[in-house]
């Protein structure tokens, strides 16, 4: 009793809010229409004016009413049979049992006797957008009232709301580019150098959009490109970072400002052409998709990268110098400031020693994370495709999407709805074998509005005595394979040789009128000659093109001829047969690859034995989401090998060292492992836009770990002294990489982060990917690479002169690791060592002769 008087306290909140009035089915201009509800189907019974005076007797007597008449309705017919002289007078009473069976209650609790759970109500709105504004007010409610609550809404306004939040939620991108720009301010402490490297982001974007749209004439541009921004603002914020960190390391060592850029500007221009080479090339490998969107993406991500590469490699160093010249303005007290400080060494300083200290442990952990990845993605749960016919545009807690996914199919009146919709629409698939045209795709790829033009095979010849025969053997054939489901009914045009032969047997003479239908009678013999056919064919098409539609359907299959043509007999262009298969259309990538897999094979077995008027056929059917889901696992498992070897040869011709490239490999391909065994066991299947993910994950993996592999490089190439080891060049490399690469990773992962809240499906996966992406990312590039250097890590990469200077330098820092190797605590240790981030960095001086 008290579920049904918060249930009906509850329906009272809902209709007394603000507009129900205006919107509402009205009985007269001032009363709406009630609402069909369990309480007011109770209330109605028992001859209560309102749910508000319903007694636990009422609910009773109706439960007894239920039970006595509940069993006469269980064949859920729309109109129920009230002639049933066995049915009692109080079960046909407003027709109350039938609509609470059929719309109100759980078809649960009516089959099986279960406890009621679910109910519907049915407000007097009209489904549309009108009824926009009182959603949105509900939804500032809450909708609860004791243990009863909303749990599911279905206004008809999913794709109206869609647009809304579309738009609405572009503010959360908004809020996380402040936040990235007050992140990168904190960092470099300037301004200005943050208003730069920002202009230079969005300078990136104008610049490829300019070179997509004018360069290279593509007119089609869809939403995922927006995505580029992601990968704008993770490169070119890192590759900024970087720079600035070299240039205050080297501002240390150097007054000289034209030495300064100098040395900044050939490490930072390594750094950034391999990072960006690689990067750039994992977005171009996926041009090799056969899918518009992931085209597109390709290219524009790809552009958007090569053109920050350009542009910061003179804007960034510009950028310093102008800054050089600028007056100081403190912001952030000096005291507030050096706690900053203080705290970021010591974090430095407690994850060097993690680094080092731990590093086999790290190894062995992600390791065993890649190890169990592959199971996962390949294994159980694994990668699956989509098989949803559905469109899901919000996440799964929304109530539009709850009513969808959940419960919808808990009510006899919506199962009723879908078994209906299901028989209409359970097509089987059609067996379509096409002669005379060529399968020849010359649409524009980059514009799915520009389809192309119809290309005519000339060798096609169905008027040859040979095609005939060979095309009547077809069918026959046809209709004796597994895959065959039998036509029932007078369909005539499925195979139009074999109706044109029947009717070809007609008399000579015409019994009514007496003309003679010569040449096209039972004189000719089949095979018949050429010009017989062509004529014949011609007059059997217009005879049949006139029979009713239920039983020709002359846009599918039969003969079609050329449309413009003076000659007084039409020639055939195309011929199609069609037929059944015996396979229902389903979402299930295996079935329809079974099915096309058969039907294409005995399909080319027999066309090798068609005449060469007849052998360039071929088949088709309803395979567009086959087809969809057959290039999204073939073209994203090519695009990910073909980044994979690119990312290996760009590190190999930088470094020149096999070794630490294999090394960088493996990282890279670790941490695109675990980051999409993440993004499986999170309950992703694999679409458009999770195809877009992966190849969004190969470009911003391959960023982080090229730059610790290319300053591991530098350190032997440029800065070591003889007999350097491989823990020296790990410092080296966390303590110029470490602070850049940490800040440019956590600033696109709050980017991520503030695209969760997003009632938009598309933009909180987007967000989800770029937190997952970030954390996996820096991790392995921070923890996992690092220890494979010191335990595998190529040395003496190449020699490097160095001056006095720099060697004393070298030598102290030798002495103070010597040091720390035999200090009691690895953490004093490295803070002798990087008391000051930049004391490893050596800049050459001019040696006196």
């Known amino acids: 009793m008290q579920a049904i008087s918060d249930m009906c306290e509850l329906e009272h909140t809902l209709t007394s809010m603000a507009g129900y009035n205006m919107i509402c089915e009205q009985i007269t201009e001032a009363w709406c229409c009630r609402q069909w509800s369990l309480p007011n189907y109770i209330a109605m019974l028992n001859n209560k004016t309102s749910c508000r005076n319903i007694t636990e007797l009422d ?54 006797s279960l406890p009621l759970k679910n109910v519907m109500v049915f407000l007097p709105i009209a489904r549309g957008s009108s009824s926009l504004d009182f959603y949105y007010l509900m939804s500032e409610h809450e909708l609860e009232r004791g243990k009863i609550k909303v749990a599911a809404i279905d206004f008809g306004l999913k794709y109206t709301l869609f647009d809304e939040y579309l738009i609405k939620d572009t503010q959360l991108m908004f809020y996380g580019a402040i936040c990235v720009l007050l992140t990168m301010w904190m960092y470099t402490g300037s301004f200005f150098i943050t208003f730069m490297t ?36 993770g490169i070119g914020g890192d590759s900024c970072m970087i720079v600035h960190k070299l240039w205050m390391c080297a501002r240390e060592n150097e007054t000289n400002i034209k030495k300064v850029v100098r040395s900044v500007h050939g490490h930072s221009v390594m750094c950034m052409i391999a990072s960006s080479l690689t990067t750039c090339i994992a977005f171009y490998s996926s041009f090799i998709s056969k899918i518009t969107t992931i085209r597109c993406f390709s290219v524009f991500a790809g552009t958007s990268v090569v053109a920050n590469f350009f542009i910061l490699i003179l804007w960034a160093p510009a950028s310093l110098v102008i800054s050089e010249k600028l007056p100081s303005v403190r912001i952030i007290p000096a005291s507030i400031k050096s706690a900053v400080a203080s705290t970021s060494q010591t974090v430095r300083n407690t994850l060097f020693t993690l680094v080092l200290r731990f590093r086999y442990v790290w ?16 294994y ?12 899901q545009l919000f996440a799964s807690s929304h109530l539009f999407e709850q009513y969808d996914m959940v419960y919808k199919d808990r009510f006899h009146f919506e ?26 795709d010359n649409g524009d790829y980059m514009d799915p509005f520009r389809r192309g033009k119809l290309v005519l095979d000339n060798s096609f010849d169905l008027a040859s005595k040979d095609s005939q025969t060979w095309l009547l053997s077809f069918c026959i054939n046809l209709k004796m394979q597994p895959f065959y489901q039998p036509t029932f009914g007078p369909l005539v045009a499925n195979c139009f040789i074999e109706p044109f032969v029947a009717w070809m047997e007609q008399k000579c003479m015409d019994p009514i009128d007496h003309l003679t239908r010569e040449p096209c009678c039972e004189s000719a013999v089949f095979p018949y000659e050429r010009n017989v056919f062509s004529l014949c064919l011609a007059k059997a098409a217009i005879s049949l093109y006139n029979t009713p539609s239920n039983i020709i359907m002359p846009t599918i299959a039969g003969p079609k001829f050329l449309s413009k043509s003076k000659a007084k007999v039409p020639k055939v262009k195309a011929f199609i047969v ?21 039907v294409e094979m005995w399909t080319r077995k027999e066309f090798d034995k068609a005449p060469a008027g007849m052998r360039n056929g071929w088949f088709i059917s309803d395979l567009g989401l086959y087809d969809l889901q057959k290039t999204l696992v073939k073209d994203t498992i090519t695009s990910l090998f073909i980044a994979m070897a690119a990312s290996f040869l760009v590190v190999a011709f930088t470094t ?49 770990s090229m730059h610790y592999t290319i300053n591991y490089n530098l350190y032997f190439t440029r800065y070591a002294p003889e007999n350097s080891d491989r823990k020296s060049a790990v410092f080296y490399t966390l303590s110029i990489m470490t602070g850049p690469v940490s800040v440019a990773a956590m600033t696109t992962l709050v980017s991520g982060a503030f695209m969760l809240p997003s009632h938009v499906l598309a933009y909180t996966q987007i967000g989800t990917f770029l937190v997952v992406v970030m954390v996996v990312s820096w991790s392995f590039a921070t923890f996992f690479l690092p220890s494979l250097l010191c335990a595998l890590g190529p040395v003496n990469l190449g020699s490097s002169t160095v001056s006095s200077r720099e060697q004393h330098e070298l030598e102290a820092l030798s002495r103070s690791r010597r040091r720390a190797e035999h200090s009691p605590s690895a953490a004093s240790a490295t803070t002798i060592i990087h008391e000051e981030d930049c004391e490893i960095i050596l800049k050459p001086t001019p040696s006196t002769t």
Not at 59 to 75: A, E, G, P, S, W
Not at 430 to 435: D, I, N, T
């Open 578 to 598: 069609e037929y059944d298969a015996n396979l229902t259309l389903t979402t299930s990538y295996t079935t329809m690859d079974n099915f096309y897999n058969e």
């Open 380 to 391: 159980y749960p694994r990668f699956r495709l989509s098989d949803s016919t559905d469109l």
């Open 415 to 440: 199962r009723i709805l879908k078994m209906e919709s299901w028989m209409e629409n359970q097509r089987r698939m059609p067996l379509r074998f096409v002669w005379g045209v060529v399968p020849e």
């Open 656 to 704: 020149f060292n096999v070794t630490l490239s294999l090394l960088a490999m493996i990282t890279i391909t670790f941490t695109i492992l675990v980051t999409v065994a993440v993004l499986v066991l999170m309950g992703w299947k694999l679409n458009i836009l999770e195809a877009v993910s992966v190849c969004l994950a190969i470009g911003l993996a391959v960023d982080f």
């Open 198 to 233: 920002v202009l230079a982001i969005g300078y990136s974007l104008g610049v490829s959009y300019f070179i997509y749209r004018l360069v290279f004439g593509f007119k089609f541009f869809p939403f995922m490109n927006m995505l580029a921004s992601v990968v704008a603002i």
């Open 363 to 378: 190894l062995l952990l992600f390791s065993s994370m890649a190890l169990i990845s592959i199971p996962v993605i390949f």
């Open 59 to 112: 609910v009773n007597r109706t439960k007894k009413l239920f039970v006595i008449c509940h069993h006469y309705f269980l064949d859920l017919n729309h109109v129920p049979d009230f002639t049933n002289k066995e049915m009692p007078p109080e079960c046909m009473k407003h027709d109350a049992v039938h609509n609470m069976i059929h719309y109100i209650l759980d078809y649960e609790y009516v089959n099986q």
